[in-house]
């Protein structure tokens, strides 16, 4: 019980606690070739992150190529950004507190940065953040549902505990409804016990009574028998 309440708690304390995004330039290399992009950063595992980024891309941008860690779409059109296909090459790595999202963005005749196309910036940085924010989202639904888990593991093993308690306590009444019964039993017992001992003197007096009858006929049948060796 203790386990599980801690697990409550820790959960509760993860979906309380401040969940930031941060999107600033940055500058990767990247087969060889050192691209200016945009960076984002969330505190979520990377292997979840990768995954999602790869179809959120796949869903807003087109189809996505994956060699050697490099996202890639080709023609890829986004049309919060641009209306102009581009060429978005996209990498995935770790922090010590979560994941790193980069991406560069060629529009052909320039790639997206602060300086030469801030429109274009401001509207990707958006997406990025878009993207974040689905991620917490679904970060936090599924901590509500292993909190729920919990929740109805916690509420079944409370009905569990009750139910032995009912259980024990049935017990206890029926063991003293048996000490009852044979409380009873024995008392009935022991006057069972007095009424044998009665019949038994009772029985030793008719013995004897009995056996006096018997010398006392036998007396009689003598006395007649004499009476009858009289006659002649």
Known sequence: MRTILLAVLIMVTGLCQAQQVTVEESEQTVNGIVRRG??????????????????????????????????T?????????????????????????????WWSLDM?????????????????ES??????????????????????????????????????ANDIQASIEKNKKRKQELEAELVRNADDLKQLEKDVVNNQKQQEVSRQRVLDMEKAVEAVRAKLMEIK
């Open 38 to 71: 945009q960076q984002l950063t969330v505190q979520l595992d990377p292997k979840t992150v990768e995954k999602s980024w790869k179809d959120y891309l796949g869903q807003k941008a087109g189809k996505v190529k994956s060699s050697k860690g490099t996202l």
């Open 73 to 101: 779409v080709e023609g890829a059109v986004i049309d919060t950004i641009s209306n102009q296909p581009m060429r978005v090459l996209s990498t995935v790595g770790s922090t010590a507190t979560g994941s790193n999202v």
């Open 108 to 124: 052909g005749t320039a790639y997206v940065n602060k300086v030469a196309t801030p429109k274009e910036y401001a509207a990707a």
């Open 127 to 164: 997406f990025m953040r878009g993207f974040a924010r689905k991620l917490y989202r679904e970060d936090v639904l599924r901590q509500i549902n292993e909190a729920e888990d919990v929740l109805r593991a916690t509420k079944s093993e409370q009905e569990r505990v009750v139910k032995q």
